[in-house]
C-alpha cells in the first residue's frame, strides 16, 4: 500500500509540473488573457476537470505557475551566492548578474519579480499576492549567505537587515529599468556593498 501511495503520489507531481510547464508556455507567447484551462487540459491529454481539480480555478493556475518560477530562481540565487563563501562582493555581483540575466530572458519571472500592490504587468494580473513574499523570500536568502559567512561585519544586525533590502530593491528597479548591461550593474552593486559593509580589500581566514 505504501509504495503504490507513493507512486500515486509520484504520478501527481508529474502531472502537476506537467499542467504548469504547458502553462508556462503559452502565457510567454500568448500572454495570460490566451490562458484557457480547457487548453491547458488538451495540450496535456487530460481532461478540463482534472485541471480544476489539481488548482481549483485559473488564479489557483496563475499563483502556482508564479511560485514555481520564483522558486527556481530563489535556487539560482541561493547556488550564485554559496559559490563565493569568502568574497561578499564576487557573490552579490554573480547573484545579481544571474536575476539580470534571467528577467531579460523570462518575461514570467521578470513580470513576477515587478508586479506591484497597485497592480500587474499584463501576463500576471491574476498574482493576488504581488511580489512583497518574493522580495521578502529573496532577501531571506541574501541575508542567510551574509550571516552565515560574514558573521564579524562591522554592521548591527537592523544595518545588515537595512543594506540587504536595499540591494533586492535596487536590483528589481534595474529589472524594470536596466541602466545597462547585466554585468556592469552587477559590478556597480558589488562595488556599493563593498563600500558600506567595509569588505573591500579584506580576506577571510
Known amino acids: ?84 563563501p569568502d568574497d561578499l562582493a564576487k557573490a552579490i555581483e554573480s547573484a545579481v548578474e544571474f536575476t539580470l540575466s534571467e528577467a531579460a530572458e523570462n518575461p514570467l519571472l521578470k513580470a513576477v519579480l515587478t508586479a506591484t500592490r497597485g497592480g500587474a504587468g499584463e501576463m500576471l494580473p491574476f ?23 560574514w558573521p564579524d561585519l562591522a554592521l548591527t544586525e537592523r544595518q545588515r537587515k537595512t543594506v540587504v533590502e536595499s540591494v533586492v530593491r535596487l536590483v528589481v528597479s534595474h529589472v524594470m529599468m536596466p541602466l545597462g548591461s547585466a554585468q556592469e550593474i552587477a559590478e556597480q552593486v558589488s562595488w556599493l556593498v563593498d563600500r558600506v559593509a567595509g569588505t573591500a580589500g579584506s580576506e577571510r581566514s
Open 1 to 84: 500500500m505504501a509504495n503504490r501511495g507513493a507512486f500515486q503520489q509520484s504520478v501527481r507531481s508529474l502531472l502537476r509540473e506537467n499542467l504548469l510547464d504547458a502553462a508556462r508556455e503559452v502565457v510567454i507567447t500568448g500572454g495570460w488573457s490566451r490562458l484557457r484551462m480547457a487548453g491547458i487540459a488538451g495540450q496535456v491529454g487530460v481532461s478540463r476537470q482534472t485541471v480544476y481539480n489539481e488548482f481549483g480555478n485559473k488564479t489557483g493556475l496563475g499563483e502556482a505557475l508564479a511560485f514555481r518560477e520564483a522558486e527556481v530562481f530563489l535556487a539560482g540565487v541561493s547556488e550564485r551566492l554559496e559559490m563565493h
Open 127 to 149: 498574482l493576488t499576492t504581488r511580489s512583497e513574499p518574493i522580495l521578502s523570500a529573496a532577501t531571506d536568502v541574501l541575508l542567510g549567505y551574509v550571516d552565515r559567512n
